[in-house]
């Protein structure tokens, strides 16, 4: 599975972006698809999943700002990013999981998209 992001950049305190994630085959092939932000010196993190089914799961911090959302015609996972603070600034990395034909779940990456957000 390929993943291929777009929609970083910087921002000002309070506003707000859309990232975007196509995927190379169908959604409804993955078991999920989400977005993960990593800041330096830090781990991965969640920030908002939805799977196949549709339920979708966020991050703590995120919550009530940010909202996930797809089109199944393109294939693509949307993050709507509002009301920035500088502790959002990261790098954010799209993600799909996929169940390979020997019942293994596959994590997929994309290669991840710089925002940052200015006091």
């Known amino acids: 599975v390929q993943l291929v992001e777009s929609g970083g950049g910087l921002v000002q305190y309070g506003g707000s972006l859309r990232l975007s994630c196509t995927a190379s085959e169908s959604i409804f092939s993955l078991n999920s698809m989400g977005w993960y932000l990593q800041a330096p010196g830090n781990e991965r993190d969640l920030v908002a999943r939805?799977?196949?089914?549709?339920?979708?799961q966020y991050g703590d911090s995120v919550k009530g700002r940010f909202t996930i959302s797809r089109d199944s015609a393109t294939n693509t996972v949307y993050l709507q990013m509002d009301n920035l603070a500088p502790e959002d600034t990261a790098v954010y990395y799209c993600?799909?999981?996929?169940?390979?034909?020997?019942?293994?779940?596959?994590?997929?990456w994309g290669q991840g998209t710089q925002v940052t957000v200015a006091s």
């Open positions: 993600s799909a999981q996929k169940t390979d034909p020997y019942g293994l779940a596959i994590d997929y």
């Open positions: 939805i799977t196949r089914a549709g339920i979708v």
